[in-house]
């Protein structure tokens, strides 16, 4: 009998190792993810807040609606709640490919049916789009990726997304408008 373990824990020295490899999710196309919206949105970042959930560090951003592209408006205002921020001990918790919002900034956001206290949720991370006003034509264009989390490229989810594209087009694009 002891030459049974003996043998098994010989036969699992010498086995090849268990592969481990990494998993990505494949997002369907961006014009599935805006048909799957239930409101495109646009909206100012006006207030952002660290608060915890369960000892979970969490951001909480404010923002006011300036515009509907797609479905009813959620109100004036709304509050998001994304994972990350900082422990009280002054560690941070970043969840990569996640979004960091700024202050002032107007996004588009996909919002989806999904509700948390009263308050929509975003469809997915990938699908934020900082947005400016071009000084020369008053048209309103996307800004590539600054303003939101620099671990995220835009480009990879919204297809050839170049900054400077105006909303209009990008929302045609994407079979919004």
């Known amino acids: 009998m002891k030459r049974i373990p003996a043998l098994l824990v010989a036969a699992s020295l ?7 490899s990494a998993t990505s999710t494949i997002l369907p196309p961006i014009e599935n993810r805006a048909a799957d919206a239930t409101s495109v949105i646009l909206a100012r970042a006006i207030d952002i807040t660290a608060v915890s959930k369960g000892g979970l560090p969490m951001t909480e951003t404010e923002f006011e609606i300036m515009g509907t592209y797609k479905g009813a ?15 009280p001990d002054g560690r941070r918790l970043a969840m990569v490919g996640g979004p960091s919002f700024v202050s002032g900034v107007e996004y588009i956001l996909f919002l989806g049916p999904e509700r948390v206290s009263g308050q929509p949720l975003l469809l997915n991370y990938t699908d934020i789009y900082p947005t400016d006003v071009d000084g020369a034509t008053g048209e309103r264009v996307l800004r590539g990726n600054r303003g939101i989390s620099a671990r995220t490229s835009r480009a990879k989810y919204a297809g050839p997304m170049s900054r400077g594209e105006t909303v209009e087009k990008f929302l045609e694009r994407i079979r919004v408008r």
Do not use: E, Q, T
């Open 14 to 20: 010498f086995s090849p190792a268990p592969r481990v």
């Open 73 to 87: 408006s959620p109100g004036k205002r709304i509050r998001l709640l994304v994972v990350g921020g900082a422990y």
